[in-house]
């Protein structure tokens, strides 16, 4: 999905798939601050800007990188 201002949105299986980690651990990032905040599309319906996931795996020390 992309915004109008061309800006894609990524789902919870996006998310998981290019940081490489669990749903489980998505939310538990989001809980404690940790991870960006979801745009939220319906009550029950959220995604996650590219760029915000991107600079989000950029900004991680080395040592929490994954190969």
Do not use: H
């Not at 949105?9 to 940790?34: F, H, K, P, Q, W």
């Amino acid at each position: 999905m992309t915004l109008k201002n061309g800006e894609q949105l990524l789902t919870i299986r996006d998310v998981c798939s290019i940081a490489r980690i669990s749903r489980t651990m998505v939310y538990s990032a989001m809980n404690e601050g940790r991870f960006p905040r979801p745009v939220r599309l319906g009550r029950k319906t959220i995604r996650w800007r590219a760029s915000d996931i991107e600079k989000w795996l950029a900004d991680l020390p080395a040592s929490n990188e994954r190969n």
